[in-house]
């Protein structure tokens, strides 16, 4: 699938008013999903395998979902232990990328913020991988970092939440 080809189903996507897409062909999948006026892809390319020649194209996959909100500190799941994260005054900050969510430069390395740190605008959080690229993300506002919500190397989605924060 080419690049002009992606760009043309996120277009469709963008103008039809549809919720989600999903185009396969062959072991090619990209799947376009709309959620609060944006757009997220997810492309998957099989791995390292000589390049076939291309199938005819799939028939295309559209279902009709209502995009979902954006997690609030207040939704996320507190596990058996752990502090009460009800707190009206906690602000998540939220993944802008759909991707793998990386909390250090490198393996091994010291994380970016640790909970309990005092972070400031501007401070870098965490990198989430897409597409091969490594985005930093940055904090919006000041506050406390009281729980990282996901783990080292996991997938996240647009608009999930990835740390807790009493702003200050």
Not at 87 to 98: E, H, N, Q, R, S
Not at 125 to 133: F, T, V
Request: glycine share 6%; proline share 11%.
């Amino acid at each position: 699938m080419t690049l002009e080809e992606i760009r043309d189903l996120i277009k469709t996507v963008c103008e039809s008013g549809i919720a989600e897409l999903e185009v396969q062909r062959g072991d090619n999948r990209v799947w376009i999903k709309r959620t609060a006026g944006t757009v997220t892809q997810e492309i998957v390319v099989p791995a390292a395998t000589a390049a076939p020649a291309a199938p005819p194209p799939a028939p295309f996959v559209q279902t009709n979902t209502p995009p979902t909100a954006t997690p609030t500190p207040e939704a996320i799941p507190v596990p058996a232990g752990e502090a009460d994260l009800t707190d009206p005054t906690l602000k998540a900050i939220t993944a802008p990328i759909v991707g793998t969510f990386y909390e250090a430069p490198a393996p091994g390395a010291d994380s970016f913020v640790h909970v309990g740190e005092l972070i400031r605008p501007g401070k870098v959080l965490c990198i989430i991988e897409s597409m091969k690229l490594m985005n930093e993300i940055e904090s919006e506002f000041s506050g406390v970092v009281v729980r990282k919500l996901l783990d080292n190397g996991k997938p996240v989605e647009y608009g999930q939440a990835l740390f807790a924060v009493k702003p200050a």
